[in-house]
């Protein structure tokens, strides 16, 4: 079960190098850049793929306006400080910085951000019952689903394609036969290879719980992938911003803030052989600028909605209209004191199959006694959860939150929640591959014309924050190097 070769490690070792999207030294740039001081480019979106892109050609000496439809920095990092005392804050948006995301951490670097190691899971609660991780680990204890294996919470999915996972040998030359398998979901795939139902339910709950999709959504190809290349487990080492993500975005943005345009959403993109047009929104009024180049980095849930004249190419419109998008939801708790550290407890990141999903103590950075449980709720949970009302959200985080931690009602100060299939500028999660959308990143990441296409949806990283530095810095140097 162990990969050969990380999908990450590949695209470092090959894709990266081959196509230049190493991270190049400031110095190189500048030396490139120097030529074409002053060309104008616009970019579309204040989310960390248009902030990077935007800070490296303004370092590279173009003439940058972003145009931001909100009035922050940041688009999906998200940190909520606002709602809680003490100085405690959360997370709702993007959290995790894994150990091999060099991208975001390159960058952490230059702005003197440190990185704190995350907490692994320690807990589970399934079916009703709790476990410690320790003991499944140590092959005491098994999960109650037919057909698991001890030792291990994610991937027992395996068994059931290990052959298809063997026939791969070589990432860029997959098999026609495994590439075939973009034509079905993993659920039916799982189904075909005679895997009990308890396995793919347990599968909503691990690696599509990650995806913010369900089995019956995701690509069974993109499932036979990530086996490939080291998917997610609980093994995974991760690590966050020490004292909030939020500080990532608001360093890049106080670089270029004098090219930021804020409250400026973008209603019409223009584009032609000789030059770019783009119209926003601005004090209730719409105003166009032209630029030599554009670079859109906005979801496609807005894209989508925006017009853009004339069409890209059929394949890349069709990759914009079709592309997957998941449901998730973040509630934070502030807890009088901290129930989950004391004797007892269920641990302090509690892998769930309730609504709520991942439950987990978020201010691990911040002395007590008060504390903030976090939950990430995807798929179909998050979807339930996304049609009651905030009291009704907060009615069932604490009931969970009380299964999990008997005392919760006692020590339960407040909650909050964010689900980003309802903000405006998102209206969704982020990307996941669905059957038939296998090569959807290549189609969208390429320019058309004088526009140029960054966002984590155009990442081989994508869905996370180290994709979308990843596919600002690409975009920069597709137009620094013309
Ligand atoms: C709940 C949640 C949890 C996550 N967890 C993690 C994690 O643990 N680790 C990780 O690495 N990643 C995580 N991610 C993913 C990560 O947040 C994203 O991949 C990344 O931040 C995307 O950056 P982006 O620049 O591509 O897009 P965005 O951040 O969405 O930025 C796009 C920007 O475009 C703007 N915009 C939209 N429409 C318009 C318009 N018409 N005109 C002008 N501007 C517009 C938006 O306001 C936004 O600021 C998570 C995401 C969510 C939602």
């Known amino acids: 079960m162990t990969p050969k070769i990380s999908r990450r490690q590949f695209i470092k070792a090959g894709t990266a190098a081959a196509a230049g999207l190493a991270i190049v030294p400031a110095s190189s740039i500048l030396k490139i850049g120097a ?10 979106g204040a989310g960390l793929a248009g902030l990077s892109c935007a800070y490296e050609l303004n370092k590279a000496g173009f003439d940058v306006t972003v145009l931001e439809a909100r009035t922050r920095p940041g688009g999906r990092v998200r940190t909520y400080r606002d709602p809680f005392a003490d100085n405690l ?31 692994q899971y320690d807990g589970i609660y399934v079916r009703g019952k709790k476990y410690g991780m320790a003991d499944f680990k140590a092959m005491k204890q098994i999960l109650p689903y037919k057909g698991t294996v001890g030792g291990k919470l994610f991937g027992q999915e395996f068994e ?12 860029k030359n997959i098999p026609e036969d495994v590439l075939d398998l973009d034509n079905m979901s993993a659920a039916q795939l799982l189904r075909k290879e005679g895997a009990p139902r308890d396995i793919i339910d347990l599968y909503k709950y691990t690696n599509a719980t990650e995806s913010t999709c369900t089995p019956d959504q995701m690509s069974a190809l993109n499932m036979v992938f990530n086996f490939y290349t080291a998917a997610f487990s609980e093994d995974t080492v991760e690590g966050r911003i020490f004292g909030g993500n939020d500080q990532l975005p608001k360093r890049f943005a106080k670089e270029i803030a004098a090219n930021l345009k804020y409250n400026c959403p973008v209603k019409k993109i223009s584009h032609s ?34 017009k853009i004249t004339p069409y890209f190419s059929d394949e890349k419109m069709h990759c914009i209209r079709k592309q997957s998008y998941g449901e998730v939801m973040k509630i934070a708790m502030q807890f009088k004191r901290r129930i989950w550290d004391e004797q007892g407890s269920v641990g302090q990141r509690v892998f ?6 991942r439950v987990y103590h978020f201010s691990i950075d911040q002395p007590g006694p008060r504390g903030i449980l976090l939950s990430f709720t995807s798929g179909s949970s998050a ?14 985080a604490r009931e969970t939150a009380t299964e999990l931690w008997p005392e919760t009602p006692q020590l339960w100060e407040s909650g909050i929640s964010k ?24 189609i969208l ?16 990283f994508h869905s996370s924050m180290n994709g979308a530095i990843e596919s600002g810095v690409r975009a920069s140097k597709e137009i620094i190097e013309v």
């Not at 209206?427 to 290549?442: E, L, N």
Request: aromatic content about 10%.
């Open 35 to 44: 030529n074409r001081s002053g060309e104008k480019v616009i970019v579309i």
């Open 89 to 119: 804050y959360a997370e709702m948006g993007a959290e995790y910085v894994d150990s091999s995301d060099e991208y975001a951490r390159k960058y952490c670097k230059e702005f003197g951000l440190d990185i704190l190691p995350a907490k």
């Open 160 to 171: 059931f394609v290990r052959h298809w996972v063997e026939k791969i040998k070589d990432p």
């Open 273 to 306: 052989k000789s030059g770019i047009e783009v119209t926003f929104e601005e004090n209730g009024k719409l105003t166009s600028i032209s630029a030599d180049r554009c670079i859109i980095a906005m979801p496609l849930t807005i894209l989508r909605k925006t």
């Open 352 to 357: 769930t199959d309730t609504d709520l999903r």
């Open 383 to 396: 979807a339930k959860l996304g049609k009651m009302s905030q009291k009704q959200r907060m009615r069932v």
């Open 419 to 442: 689900y980003w299939n309802e903000d405006p500028w998102m209206q969704g999660s982020y990307t996941y591959v669905s059957p038939g959308q296998w090569d959807f990143i290549d």
């Open 445 to 460: 990441a390429q320019p058309e014309g004088r526009v140029h296409f960054a966002g984590e949806h155009t990442s081989e």
